[in-house]
């Protein structure tokens, strides 16, 4: 995702892409729309025209309004995958912590068992 994003002046793009979905032509609009993708975009750009896009999910083309309520679709879906990967990085995060703390417990207990009577010479 971070190599479509790289190098690219989104506030361009973004004013090229919202002068586009003004287009009289319906397929000017229609690829316009289908520019706005999540993985394509960073998130306050992609959101940012995404609302621009809701106004096109009733336009009279019917392509048009498929591929602005398509933009919906993307966005739930990207959405629901970060969570979900926000969720196992932060299980992965508790599990390590969980076994850096037995780690330590178990070196603790070793070095305990092995050390020689404080009344030994």
């Given at each position: 995702m971070?190599?479509?994003?790289?190098g690219v002046d989104w506030?361009?793009?973004?004013?090229?892409?919202?002068?586009?979905?003004e287009s009289?032509?319906?397929?000017?609009?229609?690829?316009?729309?289908r520019e706005i993708c999540p993985c394509r975009m960073p998130?306050?750009?992609?959101n940012r025209m995404r609302k621009m896009a809701k106004?096109?999910?009733?336009?009279?083309?019917?392509?048009?309004?498929k591929n602005a309520l398509h933009i919906e679709?993307?966005?739930?879906?990207?959405?629901?995958f970060e969570g979900s990967f926000e969720r196992i990085r932060e299980r992965m995060e508790t599990v390590e912590e969980e076994d850096s703390r037995s780690s330590l417990k178990r070196r603790?207990?070793?070095?305990?068992?092995?050390?020689?009577?404080?009344?030994?010479?």
């Amino acid at each position: 995702m971070e190599n479509a994003r790289a190098g690219v002046d989104w506030e361009t793009e973004a004013a090229r892409i919202a002068a586009e979905m003004e287009s009289a032509d319906d397929e000017v609009r229609a690829r316009a729309v289908r520019e706005i993708c999540p993985c394509r975009m960073p998130w306050p750009v992609f959101n940012r025209m995404r609302k621009m896009a809701k106004q096109l999910q009733h336009d009279p083309d019917p392509k048009v309004a498929k591929n602005a309520l398509h933009i919906e679709v993307d966005a739930t879906q990207v959405m629901a995958f970060e969570g979900s990967f926000e969720r196992i990085r932060e299980r992965m995060e508790t599990v390590e912590e969980e076994d850096s703390r037995s780690s330590l417990k178990r070196r603790r207990q070793r070095s305990r068992s092995h050390r020689p009577c404080a009344c030994m010479p």
